[in-house]
């Protein structure tokens, strides 16, 4: 059995020097002068002349902020290392520090060092936290695209309004909040007079020119709350939570009288236009989705044509039609 004794005969210096891969330093700490380095450690010095080891070791003039002796004194009751990394300017790599003090039978402390060139871990754990980012970016920006993607395919492309489907489906939600808070709910329907005219006399582009300001005004006119849509052609559909048809048909009347008072204007053509509307009130008792109320808007903005154009109507049911 391999005594204490014969261990620190195998374990000298001399095992810790030339070939090792380890750099190894000793410090005195009475002075803070390097008292021995193995040929690793000369290799990464800023000067082998000099004596302190702030001087030596990292080519600093006074004593390095970084110093970890008061940590391992602190740790010295345990006698244990300390593990750390740090970066050495010098060898331009990165190392692992194991530093431990040793109290000699002379009583003098003496700091010994044991540092490992991890330079390669180092890259390969930097590539791999760039790749890391780079796929999280990837993956963020797939996810925007996505979104936008989604976003787009609820939007109508000429006025960027939303489009019937997403009507369809976002009012489910606002139809079910809305029966759970026993709020009213309304929709209206917009339609503009005598459209076939504009784009038989104008062209199909000065035609897409006022259904694009008429997609503004309704913009600018509804609430936060309100959901609008292009439904096709030059007819609009607007949902209205927490309304009921009087306040729905006070609101109509706002946008009629809107674009009445508006034109469209470029350098060669001035264009009045007008709009029809028809109001409807949701039915929790009797309508199950958005349609039926729209439906029976569509049938009062109908019956707003047929009264002469530029008009509000509001359908109750099938016996009960208003026009203003």
């Known amino acids: 059995m391999t005594t204490n004794n014969e261990l620190n005969k195998i374990i000298t210096l001399e095992t810790l020097g030339d070939n090792s891969l380890f750099a190894v330093n000793i410090i005195d700490l009475s002075n803070f002068e390097l008292i021995y380095a193995n040929k690793a450690m000369k290799e990464i010095m800023a000067d082998v002349s000099a004596k302190n080891c702030w001087e030596s070791i990292h080519g600093q003039e006074s004593p390095c902020l970084w110093c970890k002796v008061s940590d391992s004194l602190k740790n010295r009751e345990n006698k244990s290392y300390i593990t750390y990394e740090s970066f050495n300017e ?9 530093d431990k003090i040793i109290t000699l039978e002379n009583g003098k402390n003496i700091l010994i060092s044991f540092a490992l060139d991890i330079s390669m871990q180092k890259e390969t754990q930097s590539q791999l936290i760039n790749m890391h980012v780079k796929l999280s970016k990837q993956t963020e920006a797939l996810r925007d695209a996505q979104s936008k993607l989604k976003e787009q395919a609820n939007r109508d492309p000429l006025t960027n309004m939303y489009n019937r489907r997403y009507f369809n489906d ?10 759970r808070n026993k709020e009213p ?12 005219n504009i784009n038989d006399t104008y062209g199909h582009h000065i035609g897409d020119e006022v259904i694009m300001l008429l997609a503004n005004k309704i913009a600018e006119l509804t609430r936060q709350s309100d959901v ?9 559909a607007i949902l209205l939570p927490n309304t009921h ?12 009288m809107n674009i009445e008072n508006t034109s469209y204007t470029n350098k060669e053509i001035s264009i009045h236009f007008t709009v029809s509307i028809g ?12 349609g039926e109320a729209l439906d029976r808007a569509d049938q009062a903005l109908y019956d707003a044509k047929e ?15 208003n026009s203003f």
Do not use: C, H, P, T
Request: net charge positive; aromatic share 10%; hydrophobic share 40%.
């Open 90 to 98: 010098v060898a331009n790599k990165w190392y692992q520090l194991q």
């Open 170 to 179: 976002i009012s489910k939600k606002i139809i079910a909040l809305s029966i």
């Open 185 to 196: 709910l309304s929709v209206i329907m917009i339609d503009i007079d005598k459209f076939k």
């Open 228 to 236: 609008s849509a292009r439904f096709g052609g030059e007819e609009f």
């Open 245 to 256: 048809d009087k306040n729905a048909i006070q609101f109509a009347q706002k946008i009629r």
């Open 279 to 290: 109001v409807a009130e949701f039915n929790s008792e009797q309508d199950s989705l958005v």
């Open 307 to 321: 009264n002469g154009r530029n008009k509000v109507s509001l359908f109750r049911n099938k016996s009960d039609k």
